[in-house]
């Protein structure tokens, strides 16, 4: 259930950027925010099934470890479009 | 379909496109599955080989007298004088702490360990003897390739309760050497021409013609193992020795109502050196624990064997990286509070009589092991708790671990330092569970405290 939801907010979220006027990502943009999403799916996978292997301590320091790097690469994409669309 | 298509009829045509792609695998699944490659189904990363990774110069090696372990001569290697000092620190030690209600030795974990470490069927050289044979039923015995032999084995054998299963062929100027000269109970075993095993008060007879050995593993459950040295730790290898006294008597049975024999294990760690077997079957590598570590499970297995005269295809020797990681790694005999584990290089010199030489191999000082299982009332497992192979790996950054590890050398410290990080919260106390007795007790577990499809997850 956890994967279908991420799968339909990741869905959802590609479709309203290819789709959208507002905001138009330019590759290495594209790049970046790939990047990041794959960290952070690879962050809560680990985040969820170390809470499965009884070992929550592991998975929050997987959820830093992996997690951290993704969303500041998300970030970095999602700041970089905020300003170009900002000064246009 | 048609050229030019809307957005509705694309979304269509895709789904059609995505129903074809997920019957497909449907269509002939009777075939496939019988198509499928006999024996463990491993990653790519799992090399197959013809030689151990650990070196064997089967010159040197000659069959060893299991009673020449710590585990039966410990007297012999440390003096009567002083086992007697550990009994009586043994005894004091589990007093004091029950009475103090010390973590994991409260009267609650002691039950526990007595309730795990029962109801085994114990163990014998030939079995019950109670299966039908196909000469009682007046039909011939059950005839295959050794290739399916060792399919209906190793899926007998884990339906059973085995975790990972493998075979070797016996040969004299090898692996027969590592069938052990004499029993636990001292007992001779002869490899004798005989048309039956035999089994008197002074030997015990293997037909030459038994010339396979099945060996498996069975899983212990790592929740438990990382409470050692207590005894709810302690109860991780009593609990998988009695729950594989079960398969050994369920495998000698199917074995004689195949109209094969099935010589077992007389008793705990009888007939062969299990690690060594281990390693010929490719079920894992030799390690620093100087046991062996199997890519699905690590060091959390007790690995057993028993022979047949049903031919098998053997399995071969493998590379996963484990053997090149140990010398990498140093965590267990950093962590082994006797500090008994070798630092040092892998070598041909043994540490004492309680190793077989004729191999290279991390030595251990077994009588300092022995002499911190007296102190601490158990048998520790300590080494086995903090190995970064004991992960259970559903976390996908154990699976990359293991992956790359089998490929380079260059991360393998990397690697140690993050397991530290993620697994070791008592890193510099090594005397402490890595994770508290009591927090056990509220532990939501599965059966036995295993993730049995583990193996499945892993090859899948």
Not at chain 2, 188 to 197: C, G, M, V
Not at chain 2, 249 to 278: C, D, H, K, V, W
Not at chain 2, 423 to 452: E, F, H, M, V
Request: charged content about 20%; hydrophobic content about 40%.
């Amino acid at each position: 259930m956890l994967w279908l939801i991420i799968g339909l907010v990741l869905g959802a979220a590609v479709y309203w950027l290819v789709t959208t006027e507002k905001v138009k990502l330019t590759w290495y943009e594209w790049v970046l925010a790939l990047l990041g999403v794959i960290l952070l799916l690879i962050a809560i996978q680990n985040y969820s099934a170390s809470q499965v292997e009884l070992e929550p301590r592991a998975g929050g320091f997987l959820l830093l470890l992996i997690g951290l790097p993704g969303l500041i690469l998300a970030a970095v994409a999602g700041v970089l479009a905020f300003l170009r669309a900002k000064k246009a | 379909m048609p050229e030019s298509l809307t957005r509705r009829e694309f979304m269509k045509e895709l789904g059609k496109l995505g129903a074809v792609a997920s019957l497909a695998p449907m269509v002939n699944l009777e075939e496939q599955a019988s198509d499928k490659a006999v024996g463990l189904q491993r990653p790519s990363f799992i090399k197959t080989q013809d030689e151990p990774t650990s070196g064997v110069d089967w010159a040197n090696v000659n069959r060893y007298a299991e009673f020449n372990t710590t585990r039966r001569s410990f007297t012999k290697y440390v003096g009567e004088e002083e086992v007697n000092r550990l009994t009586e620190l043994r005894a004091a030690n589990l007093d004091q702490w029950l009475k103090e209600g010390k973590d994991g030795y409260t009267l609650l974990d002691l039950a526990m360990q007595s309730g795990a470490g029962s109801g085994g069927v114990g163990r014998s050289f030939i079995g019950p003897q109670k299966a039908k044979t196909p000469e009682d039923l007046g039909v011939p015995k059950w005839e295959g390739t050794p290739e399916e032999a060792a399919m209906v084995v190793t899926t007998a054998l884990r339906h059973m309760g085995a975790a990972t299963v493998g075979f070797v062929e016996l040969d004299t100027n090898t692996t027969e050497k590592l069938i052990y000269s004499h029993d636990p109970d001292g007992l001779e075993l002869r490899i004798e021409d005989a048309e039956q095993p035999e089994e008197t008060e002074e030997y015990r007879v293997i037909p030459k013609k038994a010339r396979w050995a099945v060996v498996y593993t069975v899983q212990m459950s790592e929740e438990t193992m990382a409470r050692c040295p207590t005894p709810i730790g302690s109860m991780t290898t009593s609990l998988t020795y009695r729950r594989s006294e079960n398969i050994q008597q369920r495998l000698q049975e199917f074995l004689r109502g195949l109209g094969y024999m099935g010589i077992g294990e007389s008793s705990t760690n009888a007939l062969g050196i299990a690690p060594a077997f281990g390693v010929m079957a490719g079920l894992g590598e030799l390690s620093r624990l100087n046991r062996l570590i199997t890519p699905e499970y690590g060091p959390m297995v007790r690995v057993f064997k028993l022979l047949t005269d049903l031919p098998l295809a053997p399995t071969k020797p493998i590379d996963a990286g484990i053997w090149d990681f140990c010398h990498d790694c140093l965590k267990c005999a950093e962590m082994c509070p006797p500090k008994n584990l070798s630092f040092g290089d892998a070598t041909w010199e043994v540490r004492g009589g309680w190793n077989n030489p004729g191999h290279e191999a991390f030595f251990e000082n077994s009588t300092a092991c022995r002499s911190y299982w007296y102190s601490v009332g158990t048998n520790c497992g300590i080494c086995f708790a903090v190995c970064p192979f004991s992960s259970k790996n559903l976390a996908s950054f154990n699976r990359f671990r293991n992956s790359v590890a089998a490929k380079t050398r260059m991360f393998n410290k990397t690697f140690v330092s993050l397991d530290d990080l993620l697994y070791s919260p008592y890193r510099d106390q090594p005397d402490q569970p890595q994770k508290s007795a009591a927090s056990w007790w509220k532990q939501n577990l599965p059966d036995y405290g295993i993730d049995t499809v583990q193996t499945v997850r892993e090859t899948s």
